[in-house]
């Protein structure tokens, strides 16, 4: 069995396709691809904390500073930073790759 990404450790529904997006819509964590590959996950799937908009406990969580708090509480987190252990994507590599990451806008077409 792999890595779990958040979607499917916590059973959300979701993820594209998943079992709630018709009522609560696909969370950005599961489509974010800024963060994909970071800790072995599929899009922000293993560094979900890093992304606003995440459907957790029940609400929508909104900036960074306001739900890092209850991302270093989570199963979910905890279990990230076990398995990963020594090779868990830093803060700053995060940041650094969501800088450089950063998702098309349509005037980048030009």
Known sequence: MGKKNCWEFKKCGREPGGKN???LGICPAAIDERFKTLN???NAGRCCWM???TFCRGKVQGTYACKIA???DCDFYILVCSEE???LASLGLI???YN??????PD???
């Open 40 to 42: 072995g996950g599929k």
């Open 51 to 53: 992304v606003v908009g």
């Open 70 to 72: 209850t991302c270093l």
């Open 85 to 87: 252990k020594d090779d």
């Open 21 to 23: 997006t018709a009522e």
């Open 95 to 97: 940041i650094e790759t």
């Open 108 to 110: 980048d077409s030009k």
């Open 100 to 105: 450089n990451r950063s998702l098309p806008r």
